[in-house]
């Protein structure tokens, strides 16, 4: 079982920046491979970014490539999700999730993943 802890979410003017950070429980943290998700008002969850257990293997939503950088601590339990220059179309809460896999494995699929945080909410206005 994972416990997963979202933070660093917020208002922020077009063109800004904002790092998510999200913490793990657990003492296996490097086997879960983790990945960022979106959700807008109105829109289904969609895949943003990914990271391997080992941290070696990311890959990136088309609309955030070049902007957002996911990363991890696995000494700490955490992954990142660095943003950007931000637009209004990156308003959504995100969500960190979790699935136990190889470490050079990658994920972007929701069904994929068996754990989720609860989301936090960015917003970035015009």
């Known amino acids: 079982q994972v416990q997963l802890v979202e933070s660093g979410g917020g208002l922020v003017q077009a063109g800004g920046s904002l790092r998510l950070s999200c913490a793990a429980s657990g003492r296996t943290f490097r086997r879960y491979a983790m990945g960022w998700f979106r959700q807008a008002p109105g829109k289904e969850r969609e895949f943003v970014a990914a990271?391997?257990?080992?941290?070696?293997?990311?890959d990136y939503a088309d609309s955030v490539k070049g902007r957002f950088t996911i990363s991890r601590d696995n000494t700490k339990n955490t992954v990142y999700l660095q943003m950007n220059s931000l637009t209004q179309e990156d308003t959504a809460v995100y969500y960190c999730?979790?699935?136990?896999?190889?470490?050079?494995?990658?994920?972007?699929?929701?069904?994929?993943?068996?754990?989720w945080g609860q989301g936090t909410q960015v917003t970035v206005s015009s």
């Open positions: 999730a979790a699935a136990w896999a190889d470490t050079v494995v990658v994920l972007t699929t929701t069904t994929k993943y068996d754990y």
């Open positions: 990271i391997s257990g080992s941290g070696f293997t990311t």
